[in-house]
């Protein structure tokens, strides 16, 4: 991934979490999750638990893995 992908993907993962806060719908959580995957296994479980919490409509647990990939996002983790 190069950083423009990455300030891309981060962009988005931040847009989500703030929507999140905000108890506004996200759309783009299954797309987000998708490349995630295609990341890798750094990120590929967070993809699993993402998708698991959009079934069981978790927000709180879906905003705790949106901030852990931004994290590992930051740090520099491909």
């Known amino acids: 991934m190069n950083d423009q992908e990455r300030e891309s ?7 989500a979490l703030a929507a ?13 999750a998708d490349h995630l995957v295609k990341l890798g296994s750094p990120f590929r479980f967070h993809a699993a ?7 069981r409509k978790d927000h709180g647990a879906i905003m705790a893995q949106l901030i852990q990939v931004l994290t590992k ?3 520099g983790v491909t």
């Open 73 to 75: 996002l930051e740090r």
């Open 9 to 15: 993907l981060q962009r988005d993962l931040s847009d």
């Open 49 to 55: 638990l993402i998708r698991g919490a959009m079934e």
């Open 20 to 32: 999140l806060q905000q108890n506004k719908p996200v759309s783009t959580l299954d797309g987000l």
